[in-house]
């Protein structure tokens, strides 16, 4: 997914967060400070973990398209870090 489709799926789901805390505002009537800052906050939190679900979802997407697929076992290579060279000890010169 580009970076345009991912801005645009999480400004709709944002969109829609705020569209429920707006009703709830309406639907309560008069709330007191902390009534408001409770579901602003709340709301606040549910963005944010949509935010990092979603975002994580996009990185692992992307890191599992980049580990080849073993073809004897059909499961998923793990990268193991960078290969040594090879010694030249016992070379026999």
Do not use: C, F, N, W
Request: hydrophobic residues 40%.
């Amino acid at each position: 997914m580009k970076a345009d489709e991912l801005k645009a799926e999480l400004m709709k789901a944002m969109e829609g967060e705020i569209d429920s805390v707006v009703k709830a505002y309406e639907a309560s009537g008069p709330l007191t400070l902390t009534q408001l800052e409770d579901l602003v906050l709340a709301a606040r939190q549910r963005m944010g973990q949509h935010l990092v679900e979603r975002m994580l979802a996009q990185q692992e997407q992307a890191r599992a398209a980049a580990i080849p697929v073993s073809p004897v076992t059909g499961q998923r290579l793990h990268p193991k870090g960078q290969k040594k060279p090879p010694s030249r000890r016992g070379s026999g010169a």
